[in-house]
């Protein structure tokens, strides 16, 4: 997991209401509309679910047909102590 | 001051390096040279030191024919509690 990777991938509007989306610690199913993201292209959606899993930000699940996405909260807090933390104040605080 | 602006600006890792350099709260001159990085074009080094200034990460003092360009921490630190602590501490970290 490389930190210019990590934060690559959250500096993008899209990615980062996909990180939103997973900081409820739950598995998501990757519809486009369950991410409250219907207004974007389906391939669009995977292009950036495929940028946070790369870079380690999250981890997918396949159930039979369906695949499930949550976000790898301790893996990150491992690598980068108070960075996700920050990140997730500084996206809920007011600008 | 916008998160994922901050994010994209410094997930690139001509961007990180020149906040490592940065980080020492000194001012620093542009040339390439100054910042470890002459094997970059200079016209290359001014676009990433200006990602960096219009991200709000940095800021530029100009005195005659210099510039001199320095680190916005305390700006950071009281938008963002605790992100660029992370972000250097990760990236002071072995991978």
């Excluded at 159930?63 to 909260?73: C, E, I, Q, T, Y």
Aim: charged share 25%; net charge positive; aromatic share 4%.
């Amino acid at each position: 997991m490389d930190l210019v990777t990590v934060l690559h991938a959250l500096g993008d509007p899209v990615r980062m209401r996909l990180l939103l989306s997973y900081a409820d610690d739950a598995e998501h199913s990757c519809a486009p509309r369950d991410l409250g993201l219907d207004h974007l292209h389906k391939s669009t959606v995977s292009h950036h679910m495929r940028v946070l899993r790369e870079a380690g930000v999250t981890s997918t699940r396949v159930a039979g047909r369906n695949r499930f996405v949550s976000l790898r909260r301790a893996d990150l807090d491992a690598r980068f102590p108070g960075l996700l933390d920050a990140i997730l104040a500084g996206a809920a605080a007011p600008a």
